[in-house]
């Protein structure tokens, strides 16, 4: 079977680097066996920058340290809180995403600063992004306090705005609040869990088909659920947008399940997806979105 690459993944050089008091990180050789059950040739790394994310914080150097000592392992974001400099919506951050593209990093994230969408921060670095094209990964929250990542509504207005201001700006989405909107039917109240049940196509549909600057990340279970509670409408979903989703995992944890790979591998074998789509879901489009060689 194919090898895949995996665009969304955490790992510390630390021992006992936790995430929160009940879950370690997994270490970068309790990652090569998963993935190595999972049939992954590399993954990228993403760092733990914002507070509202981690008790571990994580710093772009350590996880360009690890990508380099692993470099048949792994690849590597930097991150950036849009907080970080002046706490100003006027702060280049060219700069610093230049230096960090010149030393390997292939995109910027995953941003989980608690700031709305739209925020003057966020429309700062997500302008500097475009400008020096570095595609982010985002994580998108219900709301302001007592979770993490960048606030939007219901129907995603702020996306929308940010995709349509910034055309440059290749934006990643995932979390929960992103991919539940794969649902027309989804509701401010289950927007951030796992919806079940057929799917009647919803506005990450709309606007991949209005925005050609949005992809979607399938780590983790939301991703993996979006596909997973309707497959023949996930089936439909992907050969539409097989040019802009990829396979990620999110593993956390040495104790997480990762159930995506064999459920592609298994739609494949089936026939219920192309072979044009699987290739470029599992590793093709890393490769060209991220510039990965």
Not at 142 to 170: A, F, Q, S, T
Not at 176 to 182: G, L, T
Not at 249 to 276: F, H, K, Q, V, Y
């Amino acid at each position: 079977m194919l090898k895949k690459i995996d665009i969304h993944i955490h790992t510390s050089m630390w021992k006992d680097a936790r995430i929160n008091s009940s879950t370690v990180l997994a270490n970068p050789e309790q990652i090569r066996e998963k993935y190595r059950q999972l049939g992954i040739e590399k993954g990228v790394l993403l760092p733990l920058i914002s507070p509202e994310c981690r008790f571990c914080i994580q710093t772009n150097e350590e996880t360009e340290y690890i990508a380099n000592k692993y470099s048949d392992l792994f690849y590597w974001f930097c991150n950036i809180d849009p907080r970080m400099g002046e706490n100003s919506p006027t702060t280049d951050f060219s700069y610093f995403l230049e230096a960090y593209k010149k030393r390997g990093a292939r995109g910027v994230g995953e941003i989980t600063a608690n700031l709305y969408a739209d925020d003057p921060l966020m429309d700062n670095l997500f302008y500097h992004c475009g400008e020096c094209d570095m595609p982010v990964i985002i994580h998108i929250a219900p709301h302001k306090y007592g979770c993490y990542g960048i606030i939007d509504e219901l129907g995603l207005p702020r996306i929308e705005k940010m995709l349509k201001n910034h055309p440059k700006l290749k934006i990643i989405g995932h979390s929960q609040c992103f991919w539940s909107e794969i649902d027309s039917k989804v509701s401010s109240e289950n927007r951030s869990d796992y919806p079940g049940g057929a799917v009647t196509p919803g506005r990450v549909a709309e606007l991949m088909r209005e925005y050609g600057n949005l992809y979607g990340d399938l780590s983790a279970g939301s991703g993996y659920n979006a596909m997973a509670r309707d497959p023949e409408s996930a089936y439909k979903f992907i050969e539409e947008f097989a040019d802009r989703l990829m396979f990620g995992t999110d593993i956390c944890s040495p104790s997480n399940e990762m159930l995506l790979s064999s459920w592609l591998d298994r739609a494949l074998a089936a026939g219920c997806i192309s072979s044009d789509a699987y290739r470029k879901i599992s590793r093709e489009n890393a490769i060209k979105i991220l510039n990965l060689n």
